[in-house]
T-cell receptor
Framework: EAGVVQSPRYKIIEKKQPVAFWCNPI?????LYWYRQNLGQGPELLIR????????DSQLPKDRFSAERLKGVDSTLKIQPAELGDSAVYLC????????????FGPGTRLTVT | ELKVEQNPLFLSMQEGKNYTIYCNYS?????LYWYRQDPGKSLESLFV?????AVKQEGRLMASLDTKARLSTLHITAAVHDLSATYFC??????????FGTGTSLTVIP
């Protein structure tokens, strides 16, 4: 079974530039999460999707971040414009139905804003 | 907001020794997860604990959950170098929100 796929794996951009991250969850997983992980810290949830609907985006900085999940499968997270403080690893995770809600994480995208 | 605290944050231990990592959380939760993260890699699920008194073991790692004390432990038995990694606990609530601890960086010294 293929895992969660993310691209790109690494991205270096200058501040004020836009950037986008892509995630393909495990097949059949209806729930998709985007997390941001700063160096030396645990992941922090940015947004959670149930199928196509964003059900929890309370931690998403909406002035510069946006996300979409078309057709309830792939998802894209965008930052525009990027700031120095956005440098972090962006993790995508997915989970299936059921009480366990065990999340499976992708390899992440390491973003460096210079 | 649910708070999750882990201790210690850093742990250096010799091979063959035993140690315990603690995870405390601030409000009622019905599920707790342990993950492992190797440097530069993503998170790997280790355990899912769903009920008070739950205990799960895999190899040299054993996790337990005490929902009354809002405490989970990850016990390492006879550590080996391959266990060197950062370990995170994460707590889920009824709203399907997940909160991660700050992680425990474990280094096993030969």
């Amino acid at each position: 079974e293929a895992g969660v796929v993310q691209s790109p794996r690494y991205k270096i951009i200058e501040k004020k530039q836009p950037v986008a991250f892509w995630c393909n969850p495990i097949s059949g997983h209806n729930t998709l999460y985007w997390y941001r992980q700063n160096l030396g810290q645990g992941p922090e949830l940015l947004i959670r999707y149930e199928n196509e609907e964003a059900v929890d985006d309370s931690q998403l900085p909406k002035d510069r971040f946006s996300a979409e999940r078309l057709k309830g499968v792939d998802s894209t997270l965008k930052i525009q414009p990027a700031e120095l403080g956005d440098s972090a690893v962006y993790l995508c995770a997915s989970s299936g139905d059921g009480f366990f809600l065990e999340q499976y994480f992708g390899p992440g995208t390491r973003l460096t804003v210079t | 907001e649910l708070k999750v605290e882990q201790n210690p944050l850093f742990l250096s231990m010799q091979e063959g020794k035993n140690y315990t990592i603690y995870c405390n959380y601030s409000t009622t939760s019905d599920r707790l997860y342990w993950y492992r993260q190797d440097p530069g890699k993503s998170l790997e699920s280790l355990f899912v604990l769903l009920s008070n008194g739950a205990v799960k073991q895999e190899g040299r790692l054993m996790a337990s959950l005490d929902t009354k004390a809002r405490l989970s432990t990850l016990h390492i038995t006879a550590a080996v170098h391959d266990l060197s990694a950062t370990y995170f606990c994460a707590v889920g609530n009824t709203g399907n929100q997940f909160y991660f601890g700050t992680g425990t960086s474990l280094t096993v010294i030969p």
